[in-house]
């Protein structure tokens, strides 16, 4: 048996067999509105916490993009108790860890500890999340990281690329700048910007605690209540619908100092809780899931055109995008391009066969699978999915999705949505020598 067909068969497995016994899961909306939901495997010797603010890029503007992510670094550099020393201490002292950031759709603090340890690290994790400083030096200090992390990103070819390919999908969108935020916004934001956002969004209707491992549910609602009591739950502030995605489509040429051409080709996909969902990652796992996709077998086993390639799906409560990748030397590109158009047009014209949509199945299913085999993963999945309106469940509703997709219905969402591409190509200047 191949190494393939091994960590898929291992994958699938693993999905098999948590799908027999799960652990039991509790889901309790505090008096304040706040929503816990606890995993209890009493097979561990860790546990997780994830606290998920309903915030992120998202919710932002192109003035204050990566602001969420600001204020949850921020977070952690002082409280109330701890200074961002004593804090570290503190976690040390748990056999733990303790961290945050801010994404697209929401922001979040998490933790892991020692099981014996859950609750002093709910505490640490209420501690930064209710009584956070923000110190001014710090705030300085995380800014100067964050740029850092900003130059970092736009000096990375790929992540160049996929930035570019976002931007030309999603137009005015947020879904268009990445969590970390722009340059501008992130020098402009100050202390009382910072402020202002978290008492908008540290809000208990708006966030959800999830927790698991070796603990006791029961417990550890009751100690939920007891440290989260005072958190506000003022009635919601009337949301500005975000600027509709308006695709760009067409070519664009990037051209920088690289190495190695990126050929990246997006389209914009259902949202996460359409009916078409479970079907377009299905279809993007055909093109571009491992080894055994199309554009693999193609493009780089068959004419050897690639050094990497692949698709790249998203969880978006808006609309998801498709966007299928290709790295390769530069005298190679256009043959590439030209390539990856072809074998995406094939899809929209060539029925799947029963081989590849098992495969597909499997590939999507098994990494699923073996995302949560952690605590920190299984906590992140139920902080997550709550949080957004899907429901901590929605794994288990999305796997069942998936194993229901047909080749009707793979021939009908590759006729939806792979329409009029977008194409970023990012390669040295023509004149530079090769």
Do not use: C
């Amino acid at each position: 048996m191949s190494r393939l067909l091994l960590a898929l068969a291992l994958a699938a497995s693993a999905a098999v067999a948590e799908a027999a016994a799960p652990p039991p899961v509790t889901r309790h909306v505090l008096p304040n509105g706040l929503t816990v939901v606890v995993r209890e495997d009493v097979t561990l010797g860790v546990m997780a916490a994830a606290l998920h603010v309903r915030a992120g890029s998202l919710f932002e503007t192109a003035d204050t993009a990566g602001i969420t992510n600001f204020l949850q670094r921020v977070m952690l550099r002082g409280t109330q108790r701890y200074t961002a020393l004593g804090l570290t201490e503190a976690i040390d002292d748990l056999g733990g860890s303790l961290d945050a950031a801010g994404d697209v759709e929401y922001g979040d603090v998490h933790g892991t500890a020692l099981a014996r340890n859950w609750e002093p690290m709910l505490r640490l994790v209420a501690e930064v999340a209710l009584r956070p400083t923000l110190p001014a030096e710090e705030i300085e200090r995380e800014r100067r990281l964050i740029l850092s992390a900003i130059q970092t990103r736009g000096d990375t070819p790929f992540q160049r690329a996929f930035d570019s390919v976002l931007n030309d999908l999603y137009g005015p969108h947020p879904y268009s700048w990445p969590s970390v935020g722009r340059r501008e916004s992130v020098e402009r934001t100050s202390r009382e910007m910072l402020r202002e956002h978290y008492t908008s969004i540290y809000r208990a209707d708006r966030m959800v605690l999830a927790v698991s491992g070796n603990v006791p549910a029961a417990r550890v609602m009751r100690v939920a209540e007891r440290l989260f009591r005072d958190l506000p739950a003022p009635p919601a502030a009337a949301r500005v619908s975000p600027a509709g995605a308006t695709p760009r489509g067409g070519r664009r040429l990037v051209e920088r100092p690289v190495q190695q051409a990126q050929v990246l080709v997006g389209y914009l996909g259902p949202a996460l809780l359409e009916p078409d969902y479970a079907a377009a990652r299905v279809l993007g796992t055909v093109l571009g899931g491992g080894m055994s996709g199309r554009l693999f077998r193609e493009l780089r086993e068959q004419r050897g055109l690639a050094y990497s390639v692949g698709m790249l799906g998203s969880f978006r409560t808006g609309r998801s995008f498709l966007v299928s990748y290709l790295g390769t030397a530069p005298p190679n590109a256009e043959a590439a391009e030209a390539g990856m158009l072809a074998e995406i047009e094939r899809m929209r014209g060539e029925p799947v066969t029963e081989g590849e949509l098992a495969r597909a199945k499997a590939y999507l299913l098994g990494n699923l699978a073996m995302d949560r085999r952690t605590s920190t993963r299984h906590a992140w999945y139920m902080a997550f999915f709550e949080v957004i309106g899907a429901g901590w469940d929605f794994p288990e509703r999305y796997a069942r999705a998936v194993e229901a997709v047909t080749p009707a219905d793979i021939a009908r969402v590759a006729q939806r949505y792979l329409t009029r591409p977008t194409v970023i190509v990012l390669q040295p200047p023509r004149s530079a020598p090769r």
